[in-house]
């Protein structure tokens, strides 16, 4: 019994790296999703709905670990370095960055080509926005005293969460539509132009608010030097 259980959860395990459960070969995206069967060997993937809906739910259960725990690092390194400046903006960077390639591209993998496409760069262009928009209100923080620690904490921790959790979301209704076998629609693909004019506007709000930054740190670290007897600006 054991080894049976040990054997579907493996068999499982090479479906979500997108794999065929018997030969191991990479399969075509969609392949699983919508229980075709491998085209090298011929072995069933997942030919009930049931099976594909245990595929999904296994999916969602990893991400979301996953999801938490970047969180949870992103909580504790900002806690560490609140005080400098871009480094809590280097942390959700890394995180998003692991997220990418633990939760991301797992689910990329059961896709067809053509979704594919449309998703990762749908989630690649949201996650420039998001970027952006995190580096202007965490480094706004950084001037602001009563912003403590855990403020920043908060934050930061919050923006992993709230990016991931639309992430995994997105990416989980992607999959739900592929294992029913809908097309990708046009409005899907008109969004990614939209969300690229987005992103160029945040990218140039972030440029302005980082040279804004840095200039008034020049001006205070001159003003404390002005201050100090016998040093010189």
Known sequence: MQGSAANEEHELALLLSGRCRRCAERLPGGTALRGR????CGEQTLPGATDRAVLHE????????RLWLAV?????????????????SLLIVGALVWLR??????????????RRIITRWTLRLATGCFLAM??????????????????????SAAEVGGAGLLARRYLTWQLSREGHGVPVAFWEIALLAVIA?????????????????LGKLGLLQAQVLSLTPGVRP
Do not use: D, Y
Request: contains cysteine.
């Open 37 to 40: 069967p491998c085209p090298r």
């Open 58 to 65: 296994l999916h969602s259960s990893q991400s979301a670990v």
């Open 72 to 88: 949870a690092a992103v909580a504790a390194g900002s806690l560490v370095a609140s005080w400098f400046p871009l480094i809590n």
């Open 101 to 114: 390639f633990t939760v991301v591209k797992p689910g990329l993998a059961l896709l067809t080509p053509r």
């Open 134 to 155: 995190s580096v202007i209100v965490l480094e706004l923080l950084t001037l602001i005293p009563a912003a403590g620690p855990l403020v920043k904490m908060g934050v």
């Open 197 to 213: 004019l987005v992103l160029l506007a945040m990218l140039a709000s972030t440029v302005a608010v980082v040279l804004w930054i």
